[in-house]
């Protein structure tokens, strides 16, 4: 009985990559200690979070002991499904809060665009493997027009900020794939040049996002009050923190979305900056994992979606407490692994298992 069990035990933890895992766990755990602050010790967000990180496990563990090889082949189809949702998304959505993000299917109701988050690199990140031996600037091009079509129809909806990640997310794979500095200096200058058609374009409220960042006094009682509440909370913290559970801006309602986008603010009021070191390091330990399994994967399809992987976890971190902290646009990122939130924390968690089916798997090839 002692045998099976260590042999059950052994298959079932053959693909999970230990430090990945310890980082990720430590980050789960701060998570649940803010969260439980945060929602003025509401059991019930606890309870939601644990089913929600029950489901995210799972999915994790399925998907590090999938090999990337089986991944890669739904990775064009699962392009194709998302954008084809998209489409429909565009057409026949519904609205919610103004924006047109979410497709009724009767039984549940979607939101493509966390589908598109995983699809679009497993779809570039195909397309390149499958010219690695003879990449030109067309290939480049044409994955170009692969990430812009989804990106487009994401901020039609509008979601400015899930269109910003998106993008974020395609041009780590073309420039892992090995863009030349020449044409990225080139795109970012045409990038540069494009602002104003940009702000053309903009809606109203995304306009007055920008002119928040650079004043949120203008408007203290409306677009300027997350802002100007978030960095309050931020300060107050000082070096120490006012201690858990203790934070004045949380528990006395001044800070909106205060377990969702956020989450940070709370955690540095009552932590200070003492603890912000503390949790930038648990993020740095995760992305300096999974780049490390990047540098170490053995085919170009899993190099290029480890990478995207753990720079795009790098760039929701980045942008949540940016924006938290003012120096960025409020884009209603949620903080990853720390925020409440169900959809956003499976897809994390699926990015996560996949890393490890990298690593894992690679070994197991070695030996």
């Given at each position: 009985?002692?045998n099976?069990?260590?042999?059950?035990?052994?298959?079932g933890?053959?693909?999970?990559?230990?430090?990945?895992?310890i980082?990720?766990?430590?980050?789960?755990?701060?998570?649940?200690?803010?969260?439980?602050?945060?929602?003025?010790?509401?059991l019930?967000r606890l309870?939601?979070?644990?089913?929600?990180?029950?489901?995210?496990?799972?999915?994790?563990?399925?998907?590090?002991n999938?090999?990337?090889?089986?991944?890669?082949?739904?990775?064009?189809?699962?392009?194709?499904?998302a954008?084809?949702?998209?489409?429909?998304?565009?057409?026949v959505?519904?609205?919610r809060?103004g924006?047109?993000?979410?497709?009724?299917?009767?039984?549940?109701?979607?939101?493509?665009?966390?589908?598109?988050?995983?699809?679009?690199?497993l779809?570039?990140?195909w397309?390149?493997?499958?010219?690695?031996?003879?990449?030109?600037?067309?290939?480049?091009?044409?994955?170009?027009?692969?990430?812009?079509?989804?990106?487009?129809?994401?901020?039609?909806?509008?979601?400015?900020?899930?269109?910003?990640?998106?993008?974020a997310?395609?041009?780590?794979?073309?420039?892992l794939?090995?863009?030349?500095?020449?044409?990225?200096?080139?795109?970012?200058?045409?990038?540069?040049?494009?602002?104003p058609?940009?702000?053309?374009?903009?809606?109203?409220?995304?306009?007055?996002?920008?002119?928040?960042?650079i004043?949120?006094?203008?408007?203290?009682?409306?677009?300027?009050?997350h802002?100007?509440?978030s960095?309050?909370a931020?300060?107050?913290?000082?070096?120490f923190?006012?201690?858990?559970?203790?934070?004045?801006?949380?528990h006395?309602?001044f800070?909106?979305?205060?377990?969702?986008?956020?989450?940070?603010?709370?955690?540095?009021?009552?932590?200070?900056?003492?603890?912000?070191?503390?949790?930038?390091?648990?993020f740095?330990?995760?992305?300096?994992?999974?780049?490390?399994?990047?540098?170490?994967?053995?085919?170009?399809?899993?190099?290029?979606?480890?990478?995207?992987?753990?720079?795009?976890?790098?760039t929701?971190?980045?942008?949540?407490?940016g924006m938290v902290?003012?120096?960025?646009?409020?884009?209603?990122?949620?903080?990853?692994?720390i925020?409440?939130?169900?959809?956003?924390?499976?897809?994390?968690?699926?990015?996560?298992?996949?890393?490890?089916?990298?690593?894992?798997?690679?070994?197991?090839?070695r030996?």
């Amino acid at each position: 009985m002692q045998n099976a069990i260590e042999t059950v035990w052994r298959r079932g933890t053959a693909h999970v990559d230990v430090p990945l895992l310890i980082a990720v766990m430590l980050l789960v755990i701060v998570g649940m200690v803010t969260l439980y602050s945060a929602s003025n010790q509401s059991l019930d967000r606890l309870e939601g979070k644990l089913f929600n990180l029950g489901v995210a496990f799972a999915v994790m563990w399925i998907a590090a002991n999938t090999p990337l090889s089986r991944v890669m082949r739904f990775a064009l189809p699962a392009y194709a499904t998302a954008l084809v949702l998209l489409v429909a998304v565009a057409l026949v959505g519904d609205v919610r809060n103004g924006a047109r993000r979410w497709l009724d299917l009767g039984v549940i109701s979607i939101q493509p665009s966390e589908l598109m988050k995983i699809a679009l690199p497993l779809a570039l990140a195909w397309y390149f493997d499958r010219y690695e031996s003879s990449l030109k600037l067309s290939n480049f091009a044409i994955a170009t027009i692969l990430f812009i079509l989804p990106v487009g129809l994401i901020a039609k909806q509008p979601d400015l900020g899930t269109a910003l990640l998106l993008s974020a997310s395609g041009c780590y794979v073309l420039f892992l794939a090995g863009l030349s500095w020449k044409v990225i200096i080139g795109l970012g200058a045409a990038a540069l040049a494009a602002l104003p058609v940009l702000w053309s374009v903009m809606h109203d409220y995304q306009r007055m996002r920008v002119r928040i960042l650079i004043d949120p006094a203008q408007d203290p009682l409306g677009a300027g009050y997350h802002t100007i509440q978030s960095t309050i909370a931020v300060g107050s913290g000082g070096w120490f923190g006012k201690g858990w559970l203790q934070g004045t801006q949380a528990h006395l309602d001044f800070l909106p979305e205060r377990t969702t986008d956020f989450i940070f603010a709370v955690y540095s009021e009552e932590f200070g900056l003492v603890g912000n070191a503390i949790l930038l390091v648990l993020f740095l330990l995760v992305i300096a994992r999974g780049l490390v399994i990047t540098v170490n994967a053995p085919t170009m399809f899993s190099r290029l979606v480890a990478g995207s992987i753990t720079m795009t976890f790098f760039t929701y971190a980045f942008v949540n407490m940016g924006m938290v902290s003012g120096i960025l646009p409020v884009v209603g990122v949620p903080l990853p692994l720390i925020s409440y939130g169900g959809t956003a924390l499976v897809s994390v968690f699926f990015g996560f298992g996949m890393l490890m089916s990298i690593s894992t798997h690679r070994k197991l090839i070695r030996s």
